[in-house]
T-cell receptor, first 114, second 118 residues
């Protein structure tokens, strides 16, 4: 069974500081990996995704993530956080080659201090 | 592109009534739509997967007679919460995956519907 672990429930960073949100997955084959962001009361917006190829993927809003197969990780990073980045971040994994089910982590709540 | 809408965005109903939530793909045809439920400060839990023209596939523990899903067209899926009770209060989010969608298993999410049952 596939699973996603986001070890940090809450993270607080100062505006302008760098950010790394952790994501570890368990999956029997090469997965599709996603990071989504959710603002309060809103749906999910895709930040970036990894399917294959370059293990460092660039996303929207200055985010990037690195796929590390040996560590089963897909950590999200941003070099300089803005106050508007405060939100809930979800990592998700899905099967390759199509298929349906996305499995989400429990999310990391990001707070940005001014 | 790839916009998904939900209606209503929030609804309050009395216990025992039924509520219908619509999920529409606005600029693409969605062969598959998904319904998730999210409790406060928790992750999304997949409730069911619906494919256009066929019966929905429900996740374990989800009552199919309680949560009726219809996917009658390539742009519309509906979730009806029947005989709603306060414990059904939640944030319901749909997502859609398009036909011949590049990038594999990407789903596009709607903005969610906040259901409050009194």
């Amino acid at each position: 069974a596939q699973s996603v672990t986001q070890p940090d429930i809450h993270i607080t960073v100062s505006e302008g500081a760098s950010l790394e949100l952790r994501c570890n997955y368990s999956y029997g084959a090469t997965p599709y990996l996603f990071w989504y962001v959710q603002s309060p009361g809103q749906g999910l917006q895709l930040l970036l995704k990894y399917f294959s190829g370059d293990t460092l993927v660039q996303g929207i809003k200055g985010f990037e993530a690195e796929f590390k197969r040996s560590q089963s990780s897909f950590n999200l990073r941003k070099p300089s956080v803005h106050w508007s980045d405060a939100a809930e971040y979800f990592c998700a994994v899905g099967p390759t080659g199509g298929g349906n089910k996305l499995t989400f982590g429990t999310g990391t709540q990001l707070k940005v201090e001014l | 592109g790839a916009v998904v809408s939900q209606h209503p965005s929030w609804v309050i109903c009395k216990s025992g009534t039924s509520v219908k939530i619509e999920c529409r793909s606005l600029d693409f045809q969605a062969t598959t739509m998904f319904w998730y439920r999210q409790f406060p400060k928790q992750s999304l839990m997949l409730m069911a997967t619906s494919n256009e023209g066929s019966k929905a596939t429900y996740e374990q523990g989800v009552e199919k007679d309680k949560f009726l899903i219809n996917h009658a067209s390539l742009t519309l899926s509906t979730l009806t919460v029947t005989s709603a009770h306060p414990e059904d209060s939640s944030f319901y989010i749909c997502s859609a995956r398009g036909v011949n969608q590049a990038g594999g298993n990407e789903q596009f999410f709607g903005p969610g519907t906040r259901l409050t049952v009194l």
